[in-house]
């Protein structure tokens, strides 16, 4: 089973524990959310396998995990990418933030989250043990459909696409 680094509030490195201990627990861990552009803009959503332990069939950002312990985050995120969505692209990082989110199955999401994005333009050929679908759409619509149909995404993409546009609305990209 993978593991997770366990972190502090200062995204500092306390230790490593199994991912699903880590979940049923509750503890604080690294995460990492992948946010993918085409060139006109629009964002690449995955929607989630529907044999994932939560958030099965939900839509949310192109891909999301968690860095092995040892390993660099962003080289964790590259590497998560290319495994779920079957490509490869220059990824930078934008921001963290950490956040906490119950799920039914009682498990919880309790996560320092470094957000990386990229462009990409080109075949997408994901993993259907990870993905069951996938869209680019324009973010206007991302955002009204959030607004009107919440239970449709993930916790923590309902949580980093506002943050998101902010940062790209303070930055100019």
Known sequence: MSKVILVNEADEALGSMDK???HREGLLHRAFSIF???TKGDMLLQQ???GKYHS???WTNACCSHPLPGEDTLAAAGRRLQEEMG???ELRK???FTYQTNFDNGLSEHEVDHVFTGTF???IVPDNDEVNNYVFNKMGTIRQSIKNEPHLYTSWFKIAFPK???YLAATGV
């Open 20 to 22: 699903m201990q880590a």
């Open 94 to 96: 934008v921001f963290s």
């Open 164 to 166: 998101l546009e902010t």
């Open 36 to 38: 993918i552009f085409n």
């Open 48 to 50: 989630r396998a529907l």
């Open 121 to 123: 333009e080109g075949t």
């Open 56 to 58: 099965a069939g939900l």
């Open 87 to 89: 490509f490869t692209t």
